[in-house]
Nanobody, 125 residues
Framework: HVQLVESGGGSVQAGGSLRLSCTASGYDLPVMGWFRQAPGKEREGIAA?????????YYAESVKGRFALSQDNAKYSLALQMNSLKPDDSAIYYCAAVPPGGNWNSDQWWSGFTYWGQGTQVTVS
């Protein structure tokens, strides 16, 4: 059973930065990523990283150029650096992973995630 543990949420003023971390207990996870959900809105995929067959990152247009996803000292540990934060970035942020052998493709990089963390709140005022 894969467990994902997030940390690093909090409150920040507009224009500020936050860094979220996620560590997965599993192995052979092909893709990990971050999603967010604001009150009254659908969950949105914001960034993903392909870990098998070459490292590659993917970003939603809403965060491209402001957020950076990377591995954090271990293959299944991620760091999401969030800069130039806006009030619209306020949401619960979830770390997620695609299972080994899972159904994932780069054209819809936000799909196929079946493991989820508990979420961490980010508030930008």
């Amino acid at each position: 059973h894969v467990q994902l543990v997030e940390s690093g949420g909090g409150s920040v003023q507009a224009g500020g930065s936050l860094r979220l971390s996620c560590t997965a207990s599993g192995y052979d996870l092909p893709v990990m990523g971050w999603f967010r959900q604001a009150p009254g809105k659908e969950r949105e995929g914001i960034a993903a990283i392909k870990l098998i067959g070459g490292i590659k990152t993917y970003y939603a247009e809403s965060v491209k150029g402001r957020f950076a996803l990377s591995q954090d000292n271990a293959k299944y540990s991620l760091a999401l650096q969030m800069n130039s934060l806006k009030p619209d970035d306020s949401a619960i942020y979830y770390c997620a992973a695609v299972p080994p052998g899972g159904n994932w493709n780069s054209d819809q990089w936000w799909s196929g995630f079946t493991y989820w963390g508990q979420g961490t709140q980010v508030t930008v005022s």
